[in-house]
């Protein structure tokens, strides 16, 4: 049974550009989040998405975006880079009404902006 | 809003021997659920331990255990017999017992453990 799968694993971009990085669930999960995590510090939560609707939203300008498709993967899009975008992104999915059972995460990838 | 305190950045612990972190939260809710995350340096955030907010009992997996205090809003972790293994870094997390809630992290604790 396949975990969270996300890709690329490192993304080298330049200030500006605009990026898209991609999840793939845990098998029967329908509920996807996104964190944002900065260097020794806690992930921030940037948005979630369930039935291909955005459910809840972090403190995260519009530059960041995300979508998610049929078969529950997802996307998480940032426009015009800032170096301050660079950070580790952790997606994790889940089951909508089964909090208890809590997060599935993938390795994360690993963005700097230069 | 919730919000989730691990008032330790680093700690250290001797092999084969306990170290116990620090957890508190805040939040107006009665139901909820309080988990402990490890984060190695391959990144992946593994699930360590659970507790449900309404369950008095302290949650245990094998040499892992919790000690939860919902009225002083506590949940500290206790690491048994600690291995050179469970050297990571640890996070508090805290989610709502409703649909669709977010996981809530707190700083973080980054654990050494000397041989």
């Known amino acids: 049974d396949a975990g969270v799968t996300q890709s690329p694993t490192h993304l080298i971009k330049t200030r500006g550009q605009q990026v898209t990085l991609r999840c793939s669930p845990k098998s029967g999960h329908d509920t996807v989040s996104w964190y944002q995590q900065a260097l020794g510090q806690g992930p921030q939560f940037i948005f979630q998405y369930y039935e291909e609707e955005e459910r809840q939203r972090g403190n995260f300008p519009d530059r960041f975006s995300g979508h998610q498709f049929p078969n529950y993967s997802s996307e998480l899009n940032v426009n015009a880079l800032l170096l301050g975008d660079s950070a580790l992104y952790l997606c994790a999915s889940s089951f909508f009404d089964r909090a208890l059972e809590g997060y599935t995460f993938g390795s994360g990838t690993r963005l700097t902006v230069v | 809003a919730q919000t989730v305190t691990q008032s330790q950045p680093e700690m250290s612990v001797q092999e084969a021997e306990t170290v116990t972190l620090s957890c508190t939260y805040d939040?107006?809710?009665?139901?909820?659920?309080l988990f402990w995350y490890k984060q190695p340096p391959s990144r992946q955030m593994i699930l360590v331990i659970r507790q449900e907010a309404y369950k008095q009992q302290n949650a245990t997996e094998n040499r892992f255990s919790v000690n939860f205090q919902k009225a002083a809003k506590s949940f500290s972790l206790k690491i048994s017999d600690s291995q050179l293994g469970d050297a990571a870094m640890y996070f508090c997390a805290y989610i709502r017992e409703t649909s669709g809630s977010r996981l809530t992290f707190g700083e973080g604790t980054q654990l050494t453990v000397n041989p």
């Open positions: 939040t107006s809710e009665s139901d909820y659920y």
